[in-house]
């Protein structure tokens, strides 16, 4: 009986996740929540609070309201903001009236305080708060997720409308293709308006953060390199991390400063000064423009003109973050970073298209996991997946630069070998490479193997009739008893 109840309630809240995931807007998710949480432990009462820059303002209130029990959470919200450095948990008793619990909700990266939950449980029996504190913490993050979410898409809609006022200064940049071409635009752009000689930007790498990129302009044009941020901090003793304000400091004082600033400069000034101003993406401190400069060099600097042009920068390289994300969603397959059909059709067209002028065989190959739905079964959704995200990870490991690998769906891959050289040994070579690919798996007590059906260009000409013939070779795989290779004859 225990069993059932506990998968009963964990049933009843992943059902609550989902509403809260299907809301129409934060609000609504929030009071989803709330409702859930009163259901569950019927507390006396239940509320969520934003904060924000204005101060804390009240996103829904479940239960029990009077003015006394107003004035005690006016009370205590000022005294949960200033505990916020700490990472402070309050619980504050009411006497007859109960415990009042609040718990924070923070952004998972940064840790910063985005609202709280406040809940007033009446009955204090110390099994029922412990196992409703847990609750409300595991849930305290999708929470927060949601309240950052919209955070973003309303700061996003507020760099819209500042976008439409500044389109005529930032064309060239929204239409660069790359973010090379970006910063070397922008950095024509910093010595034209804001008459400068030397300038940097300071950029996180898009995919990987422990990677920082420098992009020189003016009299540091040539500095164009990427460093590792855990490499700089064994050698300088300082990581180099990006802050959320316009500071000035001296050159010295920078970990990087003769990696980088000597590159292009040599010898300078033991008193140059610098000033960065951050750039930002999705509400995050991602880089930052340093000027480079004299005392009082920077002096008549229009402020407003050099707020307007970094942020130009910021939504220019955000735009060409999103567009890559996108083009990159579109044809790759999100859970293992593969090519998906899509992706695969289009590198395919252009692979035959060289195959045929250089006269050159394919190899097409179509991989399907014997026994995979014992592992959803038996082990779960999540391990099926890790399984593919593993699968695909060896498929890629073990082919050569110029192949392609990709997921169709499923458990369903394609491997295609380019400049493929057709031999006796062919059969064996492609069960050597599965037999490679395979014990690279992991051992889940199932046995787990891969079948293949195999097609060639160029008796089969482009991806529809490639995928079909090794469809059928992978059918008579899987009716022979699976584990085997068909469509590839054995000489």
């Not at 940097?200 to 009299?219: C, M, N, P, Q, T």
Request: with cysteine; hydrophobic share 40%.
């Amino acid at each position: 009986m225990p069993m059932a109840k506990a998968a009963h309630k964990a049933e009843w809240s992943w059902d609550l996740v989902r509403q809260i995931n299907e809301s129409a807007d934060l609000l609504e998710g929030l009071r989803e929540f709330l409702k859930g949480l009163c259901y569950r432990y019927s507390p006396k009462m239940a509320g969520i609070w934003l904060k924000e820059e204005e101060g804390w303002r009240e996103a829904d209130w479940q239960g029990e309201r009077n003015p006394e029990l107003e004035g005690v959470v006016q009370g205590l919200l000022p005294r949960f903001s200033a505990a916020d450095s700490e990472g402070a948990k309050l619980a504050v008793s009411l006497d007859e009236e109960g415990l009042l619990s609040a718990f924070p909700l923070r952004q998972r990266r940064t840790r910063f305080l985005l609202g709280t939950c406040l809940v007033l449980l009446s009955d204090q029996n110390p099994a029922e708060q412990a196992e409703m504190n847990r609750w409300v913490e595991h849930f305290s993050w999708l929470l927060a997720l949601h309240i950052e979410r919209e955070q973003e898409r309303k700061r996003y809609l507020r760099q819209q409308a500042s976008l439409n006022l500044l389109l005529g200064g930032s064309n060239i940049l929204n239409n660069v293709a790359n973010e090379a071409k970006l910063f070397s635009e922008a950095g024509e752009m910093a010595m034209g308006i804001l008459n400068v000689d030397k300038g940097l930007f300071i950029v996180e790498d898009a995919l990987d953060h422990d990677k920082i990129w420098f992009r020189g302009f003016g009299r540091l044009k040539d500095v164009d390199l990427s460093l590792d941020r855990v490499r700089v901090a064994q050698q300088k003793g300082r990581y180099c991390d990006f802050e959320g304000e316009s500071l000035e400091g001296e050159c010295r004082e920078c970990p990087y400063f003769d990696m980088v600033c000597r590159k292009g400069l040599g010898e300078m000034p033991e008193d140059m000064l610098f000033t960065k101003y951050p750039l930002f993406s999705n509400g995050a401190v991602i880089g930052e423009l340093r000027l480079l400069h004299q005392r009082n060099e920077l002096d008549g600097l229009d402020k407003d003109t050099l707020n307007t042009f970094v942020l130009q920068i910021s939504v220019a390289l955000e735009t060409l973050r999103h567009r890559s994300t996108l083009e990159r969603l579109a044809t790759h397959d999100p859970l293992t970073g593969l090519l998906n059909r899509t992706g695969l059709e289009e590198r395919l067209e252009a692979e035959c298209s060289r195959a045929a002028r250089a006269q050159e065989q394919l190899l097409f190959i179509v991989l399907d996991l014997d026994h995979f739905k014992q592992v959803n079964d038996t082990l779960g959704h999540p391990a099926g997946d890790q399984l593919l995200i593993k699968i695909g990870s060896a498929l890629a490991h073990h082919v050569r630069v110029h192949d392609l690998v990709a997921r169709l769906g499923g458990d369903e891959f394609v491997v295609v070998f380019a400049r493929w050289e057709e031999s006796q040994v062919s059969y064996d070579r492609v069960r050597a490479w599965l037999a490679e690919v395979e014990a690279s798996l992991p051992k889940l007590g199932i046995d787990l193997g891969l079948s293949a059906g195999v097609a060639r260009f160029p008796e089969n000409t482009d991806f529809r009739s490639l995928y079909q013939k090794a469809d059928e070779a992978l059918y008579q795989a899987k009716q022979q008893g699976r584990h085997r290779i068909c469509g590839l004859e054995r000489v």
